[in-house]
C-alpha cells in the first residue's frame, strides 16, 4: 500500500520561502513519476510540478522561475522548493503518485502578512 505523507508548510509572508516534503513508502520509490497539486480554497486541484524517475520535470506556469522539484532517492522523498512566494500560492498541497493514483493528506501553506 502505497504512503505519502507531506511536511513542510506552514505560515510565511509574500517573498518568503518554504520547502516542502513528500516522504513515501510502499513503493519502488526510484521508478516512479511524482508529482505536487495544490488546491486553493473554491478551486479544483491544479498540478504544480512533476518529476519523473529520470528527472525531467514540468511546472505549471504560475510557479515556473519559482518553485523547484527535485527527488532524493536514497531517502524516498520528493521535494518542492518553493521561493518569491505570493499571496495566490496559499493552499494545500499534496503529493501524488499519477499511475497508482495515490495521494497524501496534504500540508496547508499560506503566505500572509
Known amino acids: 500500500q502505497v504512503q505519502l505523507v507531506e511536511s513542510g508548510g506552514g505560515l510565511v509572508q509574500p517573498g518568503g520561502s518554504l520547502r516542502l516534503s513528500c516522504a513515501a513508502s510502499g513503493i519502488i520509490f526510484s521508478i516512479y513519476t511524482f508529482a505536487w497539486y495544490r488546491q486553493a480554497p473554491g478551486n479544483q486541484r491544479e498540478l504544480v510540478a512533476a518529476?519523473?524517475?529520470?528527472?525531467?520535470?514540468n511546472y505549471a506556469d504560475s510557479v515556473k522561475g519559482r518553485f523547484t522539484i527535485s527527488r532524493d532517492n536514497t531517502k524516498n522523498t520528493v521535494y518542492l522548493q518553493m521561493n518569491s512566494l505570493k499571496t495566490e500560492d496559499t493552499a494545500v498541497y499534496y503529493c501524488?503518485?499519477?499511475?497508482?493514483?495515490?495521494w497524501g493528506q496534504g500540508t496547508q501553506v499560506t503566505v500572509a502578512s
Open positions: 518529476i519523473t524517475n529520470v528527472n525531467l520535470v
Open positions: 501524488q503518485v499519477p499511475s497508482r493514483g495515490s
